[in-house]
Every structure is written in structure tokens, then in C-alpha cells.
């Protein structure tokens, strides 16, 4: 089992819809979650962290269940502008290895 | 924005010859990162360094070393390059660890052995 596994995608939506992400981790240690955005042959971007009591931004908001091992970014009102691919990134702590990356999600925002 | 600049963006070369890609910071971070991305591998750690002088290997470390002599720059350094080595390089850095403690990414470089 990988230690952090998101939805394969890709992920086709019109403008305007909601879409969710889902990541999932298997180290009950892990401590720092994070998503990240990637656009084609850039590099990763930071998104927004995840806290344990959920946090949004704008349209974006992101949730964390350390009892299921689970991490969820929701995007409401899809824009072009969103098409990425996302990334989930965990931290188990420290330093070194210890940022584990999720394979991503490919969004398709269509008009 | 942090401040990562890599060096070389682009850099094509030929197998057997050696290739040092940059990575030079301005935000006086402690900890930095060389990292290589492939299709279907997703980001994978090379070395990580957590000080001057002070560096470690990553799960992809075989064929790759590196230096770090000041606090602002991290060399990656293939001393003879493989067509293996075809990737895309970021370096990162973060300053805070644990919890809080964000990724931040260069550039890229885009390295292709011939």
C-alpha cells in the first residue's frame, strides 16, 4: 500500500461545478498536510495547508480526518484557471524524508 | 514568493559526462532538497541537506552526490550522467518543520542525457 494515495483522475468538469479531492495516508504519525498545485512543466505550489479544524480559502476549502486517515480539498465554483493537477503532501515530521507526496490528481476544468 | 533560483532551466547533455545543477536561495533556510519528478514515479527525494556541510541521502540517491558549502546554495552533481537521469529537478526548501512547515519549490530543471 502507498503511504499517500489520492483519486487517479482525471477529473473533467464543467465550469462553475464543485469537485472534490480525496487523499488518504497510512502513517498514524503524521503530522503536516498540505495541498499543493501543479501546472504543466511548472513547478509544484503550495495551495493551502490542511489543520486539524479544516480551513478555506476563497473557494477553496480543505478538511482533515486524522481518526480515517483522510484529506479532502473542495473546489466550489470551478474556473478555468483551476485546471492543475493536485497534489496531497504529508509530513510525518522532522526533516529529510519525511514529506511524502501523493502521485496527484489531474483537473480539467472545461468551458 | 520564496526565493529559489535553479540553474541551468535546460540543460541537454551526453551519457558519460558530468552535470552540477544549482540551487541558490535567499531566504536563509536551514533545510533544502533535491528532488526529481518522472511520469507515473511523482516527486521522489534525491538528497536533502539540513546545514552547511551537513547532507543526506534520499531514496534516489544512487548516481547523484552533492554539496553544500553555503547556506544559500545546494549543488546537485551527476558525475557521470545516464539516460536515467532524463527528469525534471526541483530543488526545495522549508524553514519550519514539523507542523507548519511548508515545501517551497524552484523553477526546475529540466535535464535530457543523450
Known amino acids: 500500500r502507498k503511504e499517500v494515495e489520492q483519486d487517479p483522475g482525471p477529473f473533467n468538469v464543467p465550469e462553475g461545478a464543485t469537485v472534490a479531492f480525496n487523499c488518504t495516508y497510512s502513517n498514524s504519525a503524521s503530522q503536516s498536510f498540505f495541498w499543493y498545485r501543479q501546472d504543466c512543466r511548472k513547478e509544484p505550489k503550495l495551495l493551502m495547508s490542511?489543520?486539524?479544524s479544516g480551513n478555506e480559502d476563497g473557494r477553496f476549502t480543505a478538511q482533515l480526518n486524522r481518526a480515517s486517515q483522510y484529506i479532502s480539498l473542495l473546489i466550489r465554483d470551478s474556473k478555468l484557471s483551476d485546471s492543475a493537477t493536485y497534489l496531497c503532501?504529508?509530513?510525518?515530521?522532522?526533516?529529510?524524508?519525511?514529506?511524502?507526496f501523493g502521485p496527484g490528481t489531474r483537473l480539467s476544468v472545461l468551458p | 514568493d520564496a526565493g529559489i533560483t535553479q540553474s541551468p532551466r535546460h540543460k541537454v547533455t551526453e551519457t558519460g559526462t558530468p552535470v552540477t545543477l544549482r540551487c541558490h536561495q535567499t531566504?536563509?533556510?536551514?533545510?533544502m532538497y533535491w528532488y526529481r519528478q518522472d511520469p507515473g514515479h511523482g516527486l521522489r527525494l534525491i538528497h536533502y541537506?539540513?546545514?552547511?556541510?551537513?547532507?543526506d541521502k534520499g531514496e534516489v540517491s544512487d548516481g547523484y552526490s552533492v554539496s553544500r558549502s553555503k547556506t544559500e546554495d545546494f549543488l546537485l552533481t551527476l558525475e557521470s550522467a545516464t539516460s536515467s537521469q532524463t527528469s525534471v529537478y526541483f530543488c526545495a526548501i522549508t524553514g519550519r518543520l514539523g507542523s507548519g512547515g511548508e515545501l517551497f519549490f524552484g523553477e526546475g530543471s529540466r535535464l535530457t542525457v543523450l
Open positions: 503532501v504529508v509530513n510525518i515530521g522532522g526533516y529529510g524524508q519525511n514529506f511524502v
Open positions: 490542511v489543520y486539524s
Open positions: 541537506s539540513y546545514g552547511v556541510k551537513d547532507t
Open positions: 531566504e536563509n533556510h536551514r533545510y
